[in-house]
Structures are given as C-alpha cells and as structure tokens.
C-alpha cells in the first residue's frame, strides 16, 4: 500500500512564513505584483498617476489597441504631454457658445430665387 505523501504548508492553511521573505526587493516586488492593474485602462490610469512603470510589452500592447502604426516608438507617457500640450494650446474644454452660433429651423429654408433656379418655384 502506498503511503500518502506529506504536504507542505500553503498559505491557504495559514502558515504564512511561506509568504515572507528577508529580502525587502524581492517583498517589494511581491507587492507590486498584487496591485498591479491588469486591464489596459487601469494599466494607463496607474501609469498617468505614477504608480506604475509600463513594461514594453505593455506598451506595445497600448498601442495595438489604439492601432497605432508600428513605427510608433513614443511611450504612452509621451504621447499624454503631447495631447496635453496640444490641447493647452487650444484652450479651455469650455467653449464659448457664441464662437459656434447653433442653425434654427429656417436656416437652411432656401429663398423664393434659389428655388426659381431650382425649378420649384410656390
């Protein structure tokens, strides 16, 4: 008869000795790994907030979704300061509604001389 093989504690069985260790790199890297977003958008916002360093591949990832040409080498990063000063330059989001007066109903009713030489004439 076989004998049952012996287990070692997991961290589900409450032992956790098995989750420390003594080099604070390898803790600090343990805990980036737990709050590391695992979306593309939550990766972004992490990223534009300064909490994570994107890696290449999430990067290239970044710009697959964007469908960004593959010439395309700027980080996302870089390509925030650019939209950001683009759109420094334009101004405020808030536009002034006088800058883009808005049509009424009759402003595309052609005059009685535009429908004479349309030949729909009253």
Same mark, same amino acid.
């Not at 006088?98 to 595309?108: H, K, S």
């Given at each position: 008869?076989?004998?049952?093989?012996?287990?070692?504690?997991?961290?589900?069985? *409450?032992?956790?000795?098995?989750?420390?260790? =003594?080099?604070? $790199?390898?803790?600090?890297? @343990?805990?980036?790994?737990?709050? /590391?977003?695992?979306?593309?958008?939550?990766?972004?916002?992490?990223?534009?907030?300064?909490?994570?360093?994107?890696?290449?591949?999430?990067?290239?990832?970044?710009?697959?979704?964007? *469908?960004?040409?593959?010439?395309?080498?700027? =980080?996302?990063? $870089?390509?925030?300061?650019? @939209?950001?000063?683009?759109?420094? /330059?334009?101004?405020?989001?808030?536009?002034?509604?006088?800058?883009?007066?808005?049509?009424?109903?009759?402003?595309?009713?052609?005059?009685?001389?535009?429908?004479?030489?349309?030949?729909?004439?009253?």
């Amino acid at each position: 008869m076989a004998q049952p093989r012996s287990r070692k504690p997991s961290p589900s069985s *409450g032992d956790v000795s098995t989750l420390t260790s =003594t080099d604070p $790199e390898l803790d600090a890297q @343990a805990a980036e790994a737990v709050t /590391r977003p695992t979306t593309l958008r939550g990766l972004m916002r992490a990223a534009r907030a300064g909490t994570v360093e994107l890696t290449e591949f999430e990067e290239q990832q970044i710009r697959n979704h964007f *469908g960004f040409a593959a010439s395309e080498k700027r =980080t996302y990063l $870089e390509r925030c300061e650019v @939209a950001e000063r683009i759109s420094e /330059r334009l101004g405020p989001a808030e536009l002034d509604p006088t800058a883009f007066p808005t049509q009424t109903p009759g402003d595309l009713t052609p005059s009685e001389e535009q429908l004479a030489k349309l030949g729909q004439s009253d």
